[in-house]
C-alpha cells in the first residue's frame, strides 16, 4: 500500500500539471490600445546672452518649461491641442495637433537668436512647430532630457 503523502503528491502534481496545460491552451487576448498619446517636447533654442527657459502651453495650460537643449516626453490625452509659448498666448505663434491614441508625436520649440536682427528678411525668430517622426527623431540625438 502507499504512503498517504506520496498519494497527496502525486495528485498535487497531476493537477498543476493540468492548470499548466489548460493556461498553456487559453488564448492570449491581445493587450487593450493605450488610452492615450505621448508628446515629446523638444527646445533647440540657439545660444544666447542669458540662459531662459522655454515656457509652453498646452490649450492655455502649462505644458513644459524646457532648458536649451533638452526635451522632455509627456503623455498627450487624445483630441485638439493648441501649443503656444507661455509669454505669447495670442497671435500667430502657435503649432495645432490632433492627437491620437498611441502615437507619439514631436513639438518643436526654439528660440533662434540669428533670426532676430534680420527679422524682415528670415522671418520670426522664434519657432513653435509639431515635426513628422523622421525630423523628430534626428533632432532628439543631441538634446539632453530635461530635469524634473
Sequence with gaps: MAHPLHSLRTALLALAAGLLSLSAQAPSEPPPPPAQAELVVMNLSGPTLFASNQDLT?????????????????????????????????????????????????LVAAYRPERSMAFLIFGDSMVIKVVPEEEGLPLLNPLKPAPQ
Design 58 to 106: 498646452d490649450n492655455g495650460t502649462p505644458l513644459a518649461s524646457l532648458p536649451r537643449l533638452t526635451y522632455q516626453r509627456l503623455p498627450l490625452a487624445p483630441g485638439a491641442h493648441e501649443f503656444r509659448f507661455k509669454g505669447f498666448p495670442k497671435g500667430s505663434r502657435v503649432a495645432t495637433l490632433q492627437a491620437e491614441p498611441g502615437r507619439i508625436y514631436y
